[in-house]
């Protein structure tokens, strides 16, 4: 790329007044002097860690924190898995435990088909589980108290207004506005089945009107396997919904319990031993990972605001020098997608961890939060390590590939989703009513993603009801046309469009990839790392602009 004449003479009134000095002062082998020390800082920033240490002694101390981040954030990401599934496993065994407790006859597996069929099995449900309250489980389970009462148990019946229902004659006269009648039980005297038929309780079940019945009542627990793993009990508040739910009046009452929990700080404890010690030393090693990251994020701000920077000089020094613009690809360049990911774990990380220590000094319990930023910032930190791999001509084939398939990719997605909301919507709503894998949006799509990765075909077929035949030959028809569709032809597409671009970036690395402007200016410094060029210019030399406003002045 040859140098152009340089026009002296009068600026206009558009001109930036740094570009009128640089235009007027600099002589031609001025302006050759700063293209090449403008060559050399990009040379200089596109190189990797290793050619930065060889131009300039530049240590790699982005890639050192970033292995040193991948080995904490792991170890620590462990430490509060192996927490936090104590914490999930202890709220579900009480959940089942509560099942088998105060329904009567439960046995696993049974939630979709537990329902009473008479108004007796109704009443019988109730009052056992009324009178299991005193006895409540061999666990270390309390009612939760106010004062030194225990709270009372809450019946509630939820009922139409008013009702006259006649079946027989078709005939019917309903007020559609809910009323809600509740009665308190104290949870510690037992009651009679024949009491709900009294009226000393003021509590009657009229079925004809009845849309539900909820049972509510609070139960506290503490956390005590977590004493053998070194971490400090947490203590549980349960909030007990035993709902039987009759809005369909079909004859069939299903009877479920819900268990709403909550997390608290014990109010008085003591634990023997080197507990407090171990939460203390976690406690510190989940700050250094925070300050470990802090040092991980400014490095990346730093190198994301250089680039940036870089990126202006070089539109600028384009534009008034070769009166060109940049393409908007090579603009992007400059902008180091894998730091904004890194900086992304970093922010993730540091919030993550923050979490942590007030769950483990018992301030907070929000430990599905803390997870989730956790894992996502742990995931991320192993990608970002995929960028320092790109360096090497052998590893990065991965990387090339996905980032040219990309678009395409995207745009092939966008035309593919519109067939497969379309099958969605269609298999909701005509196979809903008759398949239980139709039953919402959510599940037709987890059904149909199933069938196009080849999972549960059979099943799917199977399971369809044959109460109406025209929906059951509909059902058949649909399933072939999706499977044969998407299978057959949209997967083999996908597949296709990937290996033809894999193929591709393979072609190109054996004859060499296709050069943009940027990487033909910069083609033209020949200077090697280890030349000591590089050494020579450090950070210290000034952009393009201000060396021209220096110039200016000496003038």
């Known amino acids: 790329m040859e140098n152009p004449e340089v026009a002296v003479g009068s600026c206009s009134a558009h001109d930036d007044e740094n570009l009128c000095s640089y235009r007027r002062h600099l002589s031609i082998s001025q302006e050759g002097l700063l293209e090449d020390q403008l060559r050399r800082k990009l040379k200089f920033f596109f190189m990797n860690p290793c050619e930065k240490f060889w131009a300039r002694g530049r240590k790699p101390w982005k890639l050192g924190i970033q292995l040193l981040k991948i080995a904490m954030v792991t170890v620590q990401l462990v430490v509060f898995g192996l927490s936090n599934q104590m914490v999930v496993a202890f709220k579900e065994e009480n959940t089942v435990a509560f099942k088998h407790l105060f329904l009567k006859g439960y046995m696993d597996r049974m939630d979709d088909t537990y329902a009473v069929y008479t108004q007796t099995d109704v009443y019988d449900q109730i009052f056992f589980a009324i009178n299991q309250l005193p006895n409540i489980s061999i666990g270390n389970h309390a009612y939760e108290k106010k004062g030194a009462e225990e709270t009372a148990l809450a019946l509630c019946q939820q009922f139409y207004k008013r009702g006259i ?94 268990n709403d929990i909550e997390i608290r700080e014990c109010k008085d404890w003591h634990v023997s031993g080197s507990i407090q010690k171990n939460t203390h030393y976690m406690m510190i090693f989940d700050a250094f990972v925070i300050l470990t990251c802090l040092a991980s994020l400014i490095l990346c701000t730093r190198s994301v605001v250089k680039g940036i920077q870089l990126q202006r000089e070089f539109v600028s020094f384009f534009l008034y020098y070769y009166k060109k613009e ?71 084939l991965l990387i090339l590939t996905l980032r ?69 030959l509909f059902s ?51 200077d090697l790392p280890n030349s000591g060029r590089y050494r020579l210019e450090e950070e210290s030399s000034a952009s393009l602009f201000c060396c021209c406003n220096g110039c200016s002045e000496h003038m």
């Open 165 to 258: 229902i006649s079946p027989g004659n078709d005939t019917f006269d309903i007020d559609p506005e809910i009323v809600t009648d509740c009665l308190y039980v104290e949870p510690m005297i037992p009651l009679e089945n024949t009491t709900v038929g009294k009226h000393n309780l003021n509590f009657t079940l009229d079925f004809h009107r009845l849309v539900m019945v909820q049972l509510k009542f609070n139960l506290k627990a503490i956390n005590l396997q977590t004493v053998r793993h070194h971490e400090l009990p947490d203590c549980y508040d349960f909030t007990l919904r035993i709902v039987f739910d009759n809005k369909a009046h079909s004859g069939r009452i299903k009877i479920s319990l819900d």
């Open 326 to 396: 940049v393409s908007f690809s090579d603009q992007m360049e400059f902008v180091n997608g894998w730091y904004i990911m890194i900086m992304v774990s970093d922010v993730l990380t540091i919030v993550g961890s923050t979490l942590k220590m007030e769950i483990q000094a018992k301030s907070l319990t929000s430990y599905d939060v803390c997870s989730i930023l956790l894992g996502t910032s742990t995931m991320l930190v192993w990608l970002g390590v995929i960028r320092y791999l790109g360096f090497f001509q052998k590893y990065n």
């Open 404 to 472: 040219a398939a990309l678009p395409n990719v995207m745009r092939f997605c966008c035309c593919a989703a519109m067939i497969y909301l379309g099958y969605c919507f269609c298999g909701w709503i005509v196979l809903g009513p008759y398949h239980v894998k139709f039953r919402s949006l959510n599940m037709v799509s987890e059904c149909l993603f199933s069938l196009i990765n080849g999972d549960d075909m059979f099943a799917t077929f199977a399971k369809m009801q044959q109460k109406s035949y025209l929906v059951w």
């Open 476 to 526: 058949r028809i649909y399933l072939y046309s999706f499977i044969s569709l998407f299978i057959y032809m949209v997967l083999s597409l996908f597949i296709a469009l990937i290996t033809d671009t894999y193929e591709t970036v393979k072609h190109y690395q054996q004859d060499g990839f296709p050069e943009t402007e940027l990487q033909r200016f910069i083609s033209q410094c020949k």
